[in-house]
């Protein structure tokens, strides 16, 4: 059984900052590419951020140099800093983690349950 769960959404204003978390547990050999969507009120669901095992890192357009993204390998954890937010980055964020559960099994997309970033004055 494998859980993944975000955490740090919230209300804030226009230009300020937020950092969401998502942590993932369970029966877990490996965590491949990790990452970040969101999907806005009448939108299609898109990728944020998302970062490999070994750390490369892949970002929206829209996101780039204002989001970042990071994870720390002994925690299961990976993290998007948001800065410079903009109410068009209003949106259910949601992780994703590409996960193996023992060796030599394939890796199986898991999705949290989404946070709300809502950027407003």
């Known amino acids: 059984q494998v859980q993944v769960v975000e955490s740090g959404g919230g209300l804030v204003q226009p230009g300020g900052s937020l950092r969401l978390s998502c942590a993932a547990s369970?029966?877990?050999?490996?965590?491949?590419?990790m990452g970040w969507y969101r999907q806005a009120p009448g939108k299609e669901r898109e990728l944020v951020a998302a970062?490999?095992?070994?750390?490369?890192?892949t970002y929206a357009g829209s996101v780039k140099g204002r989001f970042t993204i990071s994870r720390d390998n002994g925690k299961n954890t990976v993290y998007l800093q948001m800065n410079s937010l903009k109410p068009e980055d209003t949106a259910v964020y949601y992780c994703?983690?590409?996960?193996?559960?023992?060796?030599?099994?394939?890796?199986?997309?898991?999705w949290g349950k989404g946070t709300l970033v809502t950027v407003s004055s």
């Open positions: 970062i490999s095992t070994t750390g490369i890192k």
């Open positions: 994703n983690a590409n996960i193996r559960s023992r060796f030599g099994s394939n890796g199986i997309e898991y």
């Open positions: 369970g029966t877990i050999f490996s965590i491949n590419t």
